[in-house]
């Protein structure tokens, strides 16, 4: 049976050998020395050209762009090769001009910032007469008429090209909504200054002021100290004051273990590149407790984070428990890297510093009940019970309304907040009181040096303290009264005897001298 020949179907994505236009678009190909105009119809195999991302690129093109990434292979490794330009592609050629293509913004970003010369001087020998190179980021389905014009940019020059395909790639969503929540409690107009936590404070106000597109002053901020004692608030402070003011900039605020999290999830829905690139979209990136950031994978990946950041001028800001030099488990690079920036520590606050912060939460619990009756005697004990930092004060403070409140208590006293304190003040055991830690405690009170009540000065602003300390002398330690005046620079003890009788009376009239003495009484005890 004879068979039948039937005509093969011409493909419509192919020029026909038949087709008279087609010895015209070899012969422009010959012309330009191999580079294919964007836009023109494929050629069949025969005619030397094939599509390629629905771009047409011409074979001998393609064997230049082999021979480009062996340059590049051997040069950087084959590790590095798979990681920066494994996903590169080539999609148009002409007039001495090259575009190039990324999947991701972060390699776009990365590769113009590290590797763009390596890259032109490569094509400009294999090539020859490269003017210009674009690189973009490619969509799943780019149209032809976009390469053509990316094509025609690029005789403009590279970095122009560069500019306007990252700012077109820049995401419009704050970086804040992708990290941790911030607490809009905490403030810079809410942090409470003074002599321990000053420097940190103005580091992160200078942070905070930079203007958008001005020289980063301090890249990176280190903060370190014990918990509680206001990195979390100065981060928050940071990020809240940069939304108010220059609300185009975008934001990061995340703890390490969110970092971690979102490093996990990227790894199991295998989606590293989307991972760097929300990264790369960020100006300012403050991270938290940044101690937590363990195994060795994670830490590299923020290395490169940090890295990229940093070397774009972007801020970036880190919280932690210990100073750089003790994160033992990050390499010595990442520590140096840390520390050439500003590294400044929070230590616990003094008494005063207590009491300013003391006060400053009572202002805010007052605003929410005004009939809060708490006097400076309660707010002293407080401080001088509690030597943490601000979280353990508020606590301490909430405690102590809120104990009253319960039992209908009216004007909160030292007695009633000894009460609620009593399990969260400093343990005192079976230890003896000691004349030194009266000496110490009137001396802080009153604000008289020791040298001053051991003197023989006789001004009225030194002997009161000093017979308030001969006083609890004899009433708190099992001392003689020649012993106490030999300890209170060497006095007799009639001395001592006036200035407890002296005290003994006052108590009798004076209301005020009876709180100050209950309250250092407290204190002493409490160590």
């Given at each position: 049976?004879a068979?039948m020949?039937h005509?093969?179907?011409k493909?419509r994505?192919?020029?026909?050998?038949d087709?008279?236009?087609?010895a015209?678009?070899r012969s422009?190909?010959?012309?330009?020395?191999?580079?294919?105009?964007?836009?023109?119809?494929a050629?069949?195999?025969?005619?030397g050209?094939?599509?390629?991302n629905?771009?047409?690129?011409?074979?001998a093109v393609?064997?230049?762009w082999?021979?480009?990434?062996?340059?590049l292979?051997?040069?950087?490794g084959k590790d590095l090769f798979?990681?920066?330009?494994?996903?590169?592609?080539?999609?148009?050629?002409r007039d001495g001009?090259?575009v190039?293509?990324?999947?991701?913004?972060?390699?776009?970003?990365?590769?113009e910032?590290?590797y763009?010369?390596?890259?032109?001087?490569?094509?400009e020998?294999?090539?020859?007469?490269v003017?210009a190179?674009?690189l973009?980021?490619?969509s799943?389905a780019?149209?032809r008429?976009?390469?053509?014009r990316t094509?025609?940019?690029?005789?403009?020059g590279?970095?122009?090209?560069?500019?306007a395909?990252a700012?077109a790639a820049a995401?419009?969503?704050?970086?804040v909504?992708?990290?941790?929540?911030?607490?809009?409690?905490?403030t810079f107009?809410?942090?409470v200054t003074?002599?321990s936590?000053?420097?940190a404070?103005?580091?992160a106000?200078?942070v905070?002021?930079?203007?958008?597109?001005?020289?980063v002053s301090?890249?990176?901020?280190?903060?370190?100290?014990?918990?509680g004692?206001?990195?979390?608030?100065l981060l928050?402070?940071?990020?809240w004051h940069i939304?108010?003011?220059?609300p185009?900039r975008?934001?990061l605020?995340?703890?390490?273990?969110?970092?971690m999290?979102?490093f996990?999830?990227?790894?199991?829905?295998?989606?590293?590149l989307?991972f760097?690139d929300?990264?790369?979209?960020?100006d300012?990136l403050?991270?938290d407790?940044?101690?937590?950031l363990?195994g060795?994978?994670m830490?590299?990946?923020?290395?490169?984070?940090?890295?990229?950041l940093?070397d774009?001028?972007?801020?970036?800001?880190?919280?932690?428990?210990?100073?750089?030099?003790?994160l033992d488990?990050?390499d010595?690079?990442?520590?140096?890297r840390?520390v050439?920036g500003?590294v400044?520590?929070?230590?616990k606050?003094d008494?005063e510093?207590?009491?300013?912060?003391?006060?400053?939460k009572?202002?805010?619990?007052?605003?929410?009940?005004?009939?809060?009756?708490?006097?400076?005697?309660v707010l002293?004990?407080?401080?001088?019970?509690?030597t943490g930092?601000?979280?353990?004060?508020?606590?301490?403070?909430?405690r102590?309304i809120?104990h009253c409140?319960?039992?209908?208590?009216g004007r909160?006293?030292?007695?009633?907040?000894?009460?609620?304190?009593r399990?969260?003040?400093r343990?005192?055991?079976?230890?003896p009181?000691?004349?030194?830690?009266?000496?110490?405690?009137?001396?802080?009170?009153y604000?008289?040096p020791?040298s001053?009540?051991?003197?023989?000065r006789?001004a009225r602003?030194i002997?009161?303290?000093?017979?308030i300390?001969?006083?609890?002398?004899?009433?708190l330690?099992?001392?003689?009264?020649?012993?106490i005046?030999r300890?209170?620079?060497?006095?007799d003890?009639?001395?001592?005897?006036?200035?407890?009788?002296?005290?003994?009376r006052?108590l009798?009239?004076?209301?005020?001298?009876?709180?100050?003495i209950?309250?250092l009484?407290?204190?002493?005890?409490q160590?």
């Amino acid at each position: 049976m004879a068979r039948m020949n039937h005509p093969r179907p011409k493909s419509r994505n192919r020029l026909q050998n038949d087709d008279p236009g087609n010895a015209d678009v070899r012969s422009t190909f010959r012309r330009q020395g191999g580079f294919c105009l964007a836009g023109c119809g494929a050629v069949d195999r025969k005619g030397g050209t094939r599509t390629m991302n629905n771009v047409n690129v011409d074979d001998a093109v393609q064997e230049k762009w082999r021979k480009v990434q062996e340059r590049l292979r051997a040069e950087l490794g084959k590790d590095l090769f798979s990681s920066w330009f494994g996903r590169m592609e080539l999609e148009d050629a002409r007039d001495g001009s090259l575009v190039l293509s990324v999947p991701t913004k972060f390699l776009k970003s990365w590769i113009e910032t590290h590797y763009r010369d390596l890259l032109l001087r490569i094509c400009e020998s294999e090539f020859g007469g490269v003017r210009a190179l674009s690189l973009h980021v490619r969509s799943a389905a780019r149209p032809r008429q976009e390469a053509r014009r990316t094509m025609e940019g690029a005789d403009t020059g590279a970095s122009a090209g560069s500019a306007a395909s990252a700012a077109a790639a820049a995401p419009a969503v704050h970086g804040v909504e992708r990290g941790s929540p911030l607490d809009p409690a905490l403030t810079f107009e809410t942090f409470v200054t003074g002599p321990s936590n000053g420097l940190a404070h103005a580091a992160a106000r200078r942070v905070a002021d930079t203007p958008s597109g001005a020289p980063v002053s301090i890249n990176p901020l280190f903060i370190h100290s014990s918990a509680g004692l206001g990195k979390t608030h100065l981060l928050n402070a940071i990020a809240w004051h940069i939304r108010k003011t220059m609300p185009q900039r975008r934001i990061l605020y995340i703890s390490a273990e969110r970092f971690m999290y979102n490093f996990l999830a990227a790894l199991k829905a295998r989606d590293m590149l989307a991972f760097k690139d929300a990264f790369q979209s960020i100006d300012v990136l403050l991270i938290d407790d940044f101690q937590f950031l363990q195994g060795k994978t994670m830490q590299q990946e923020f290395c490169h984070t940090f890295n990229s950041l940093v070397d774009a001028k972007r801020q970036v800001v880190i919280a932690a428990d210990v100073p750089p030099h003790q994160l033992d488990k990050i390499d010595e690079r990442m520590r140096s890297r840390l520390v050439g920036g500003l590294v400044v520590d929070i230590e616990k606050p003094d008494q005063e510093l207590r009491r300013a912060i003391l006060r400053h939460k009572l202002e805010q619990a007052r605003r929410k009940d005004p009939t809060l009756e708490i006097g400076e005697e309660v707010l002293d004990y407080i401080a001088s019970a509690i030597t943490g930092g601000g979280r353990e004060l508020e606590g301490a403070l909430n405690r102590v309304i809120a104990h009253c409140q319960l039992m209908g208590a009216g004007r909160i006293g030292v007695d009633a907040a000894a009460r609620a304190l009593r399990d969260l003040a400093r343990p005192t055991g079976n230890q003896p009181v000691r004349i030194d830690d009266i000496l110490r405690v009137v001396g802080r009170h009153y604000n008289v040096p020791k040298s001053d009540l051991l003197s023989p000065r006789r001004a009225r602003s030194i002997v009161l303290p000093r017979q308030i300390g001969m006083y609890l002398a004899k009433k708190l330690t099992p001392r003689s009264l020649p012993e106490i005046g030999r300890r209170f620079g060497g006095r007799d003890h009639s001395t001592v005897l006036h200035a407890v009788r002296k005290i003994e009376r006052e108590l009798a009239s004076n209301e005020k001298l009876k709180s100050e003495i209950d309250l250092l009484t407290r204190i002493i005890e409490q160590g």
